[in-house]
């Protein structure tokens, strides 16, 4: 029984990219023997076992996913993987040789942590960002801390882990999956196709402290991030930034940690009038396109109730 699973969750990977991924676990210091690989192809349109040789790691396996979606993908690698510690790595991202072994070591100093993950997310970009877009690259899931924190706060906070790189042990993650069994509006969040929901990964994080445990960060844990030009495009970061903020709202709702602004609705919108004419170039779209998203949640949210 392997000690920890590695599960990639890929639709329609970027060759180049995805190798890079391969090669970084390749090289881990943690002996093969004590993880597993799990490659999850969700609805590639070409079958990603019949182009990607996983011999190389003795516990690797090929699974398919046929629901598009990064939820579904997820859920399908915690119901295929059989290690206590489970660490998903987005087919664009590249883990230092050392994440392994120092993702174990953490687990067994910090049992009181049901998921943990890198503080330090680093950039590899295809071409240098533009400089109105280079302020909001953090929209691109980079981090950098400086210090390890931990926290047993079921709310999103600057100790909760994100998917690139997120640690979990199999029996908090079975309390999410058991969750988003029953609950669609869990389900919805996470990336599918071109949408760009996102935060599954930080209500997977929280049902450790929903588990009695915590989560952590922390700086000793790194990766590369790949980052495409496309990426780097002034529409698209906005539409992230839409993205998460709908996300957040969504968390929040789920969560319980948001209370409702109770705030005039003539009041609102001249405010939001003042602030947006405030701004100009990328700072104005970001803007705008964080305020899209939480009115979307909003609504969408309204309409279930």
Known sequence: MPDLSVIICAHNPRPDYLRSVLGALKTQTLP???W???????ASKEPLADKWDLSWQPNARHICEDEL??????????????????VFVDDDN?????????????????????????GKITPDF?????????????????????????????????????????????????LYSEAVSVDGLRRSLGRAGQGLLSGEDVDMALFACKSG???GVFPQLSLTHLIPLRRLKRQYVASVAEGHAASQAILAYLWGYQADRRENPLAAWLRHLRHS??????????????????????????SLK
């Open 126 to 174: 295809e071409a240098n960002p533009d400089p109105e877009v280079a302020p909001f690259i953090g929209f691109l899931a980079l981090r950098d801390e400086k210090e390890p924190s931990w926290a047993n706060h079921q709310r999103y906070n600057s100790a909760t882990p994100w998917g690139a790189g997120l640690c979990i042990l199999h029996s908090v993650a079975l």
């Open 94 to 118: 590249a883990l230092s040789e050392t994440y392994l072994d120092r993702a174990l070591k953490i687990a067994a100093d910090f049992p009181q942590l049901g998921s943990f993950g890198a």
């Open 32 to 34: 093969k023997e004590q």
């Open 213 to 215: 445990r915590g989560t």
């Open 36 to 42: 597993e690989l799990l490659l999850i192809d969700n």
């Open 277 to 302: 004419a405030s701004l100009k170039g990328m700072a104005r779209d970001v803007y705008l396109a964080e305020r899209r998203g939480r009115l979307k949640a909003r609504h969408w949210l309204a």
């Open 69 to 86: 979606g990064l939820t579904p993908a997820r859920l399908c690698g915690i119901k295929e993987s059989k290690g206590e510690l489970l």
